[in-house]
């Protein structure tokens, strides 16, 4: 029997078998596009008032360490942004579980998230205590972003196949824009109405646009037979899944450390307020803008080339010019700038990533394996970064060595990732677009060569042929 023909047969494979290619009617009439570019605005609009938001949280922790509010020391103010974001990722599982059901669905899980996500704020606008804040805008924020995040984020490339990655780029570009907007807007709002009447504009804003975006964002779950498998730990038998986690994990600390800090170390080195949150919001423009481009290059370049090179650009911007040139407001900016369009590339490339490495159908389960994993490095990325800081002009330097040396690692990762890509489809003898239809599978079939028992020499051969991966010119 032909994988075609048992594609016919079976188009909603089970987590424990091997989905084929699928040929049915819907798949055929499909065309890309159309209503998905619905979709990816309304991704955009919703990553702006989730991530966006949360990256406002680097204008409040500044706030934090410059009045002392809630009483508590640096690190406890680090573990409000830290948790949110772990809160968020450790509620992959569910949200994956809620959006692949019958009752509740993507749309229905956007919603309560956005519910989430206004509670945390209105009780943060009341909070005397910091352990009040860390409930409020820590798990309850982080909470409403995860449910949102994760059930969105597999979406958009269900639309596409040529421009998934442009797809990915732009929807998740709105966490740039939404960083830029709520920078500028939340110390606006800080410094002239209070800081708890900021909390409830922010509340009001977050349920009417994230509410209204989720009765945009449909799914094609059943026409490609998605597998919303919570836990599917079988996806760690797979070495290029075991990659894939090293780039995200230390992309993600080097991210976090970043972000956070960038508008409190423009204060450090003697800027104002509104100076450092003037940076800040750049910092988040060329996120936006950034994501968009790197969108582009990876549809055209390749977007395991593109994912390497950002990341270990970023690294070396982090080790030259965010030590030797960012002392004043100008070299701030420059900064700002340059790292802001490259700093979040594993936001902007995760799904298509994701999609070569295990996929298209399964990734609502890996991509939910994948926040689990990163739980536990953002919640005290962060915390990491303020306690490497030291008091005086130069007290970033053992933060800004830890960032650059993280995206470099991460770098390697991704290379490896490359190299690894290049070898499975040499393996295959199909081209990448070829593979990336027929490769439906559930991540965890082995390559073809491990079909057999392998001698030590086609070990031998087989680790030659990774290592030609690393520098083969190709659209990977």
Request: glycine fraction near 10%; charged fraction near 10%; charge should be positive.
């Amino acid at each position: 029997m032909s994988e075609m023909q048992r594609g016919n047969k079976e188009s909603h494979p089970s987590p424990d078998e091997t989905p084929t290619q699928t040929n049915s009617p819907t798949e055929k009439e499909f065309k890309e596009g159309g209503f998905g570019w619905v979709v990816v605005f309304a991704v955009f609009l919703l990553n702006a008032h989730t991530w966006g938001l949360n990256s406002s949280y680097s204008v409040f922790l500044a706030y934090y360490l410059q009045t002392g509010a809630f009483g508590a020391s640096p690190l406890e103010y680090a573990f409000v942004g830290g948790l949110s974001i772990s809160i968020a990722l450790l509620a992959s599982p569910l949200a994956t579980a809620l959006a692949g059901s019958k009752r509740c669905g993507t749309q229905g899980t956007i919603f309560l998230g956005a519910v989430f996500e206004t509670i945390g704020f209105v009780g943060s606008s009341f909070a005397t205590e910091l352990w009040q804040l860390l409930l409020s805008q820590g798990v309850s924020f982080g909470l409403g972003m995860g449910l949102c995040f994760v059930a969105s984020a597999s979406v958009p490339p269900q639309w596409f196949t040529k421009r998934r990655s442009l797809s990915s780029a732009i929807a998740a570009s709105g966490s740039g824009f939404g960083g830029l907007a709520y920078s500028l807007a939340s110390n606006a709002m800080i410094s002239r109405l209070g800081l708890p009447w900021a909390f409830r504009i922010l509340a009001i804003i977050c349920i009417v646009v994230n509410g209204t975006a989720s009765f945009f964002i449909r799914d094609r779950n059943d026409a490609i037979g998605s597998v919303h498998v919570a836990f599917n730990w079988k996806l760690f038998k797979r070495p290029s899944f075991l990659l894939f986690q090293g780039w995200l994990v230390l992309s993600l600390i080097g991210y976090v450390i970043l972000v956070f800090s960038i508008v409190a170390y423009c204060q450090a080195v003697g800027l104002t307020a509104s100076e450092a949150s003037l940076a800040g919001a750049l910092f988040n423009l060329a996120q936006g803008l950034g994501r968009i481009t790197i969108g582009l290059l990876s549809d055209k370049v390749g977007r395991l080339n593109i994912a390497s090179f950002s990341t270990m650009y970023c690294g070396l911007l982090c080790l030259f010019v965010w030590i030797f040139g960012a002392r004043n407001i100008a070299g701030c900016i420059v900064f700002a700038l340059l790292s802001g369009s490259v700093a979040g590339s594993m936001w902007a490339t995760v799904a298509p990533i994701c999609a070569e490495v295990v996929g298209l159908a399964l990734i609502p389960s890996a991509l939910s394996m994948s926040w689990l994993v990163l739980v536990l490095p953002a919640t005290f990325a962060e915390v990491i970064g303020l306690s490497l800081r030291e008091p005086g002009t130069w007290g970033y330097l053992h933060v800004q060595l830890l960032a650059g040396f993280l995206y470099i690692g991460a770098s390697i990762f991704c290379w490896f990732l490359r190299a690894w890509k290049v070898w499975e489809l040499r393996v295959a003898h199909l081209t990448k677009e070829r593979r990336e239809l027929a490769i439906r599978d559930n991540g965890v079939v082995p390559p073809l060569e491990l079909e057999r028992q392998p001698s030590h020499a086609s070990t031998v051969r087989k680790g030659l042929s990774i290592l030609k991966g690393f520098w083969a010119v190709e659209r990977v």
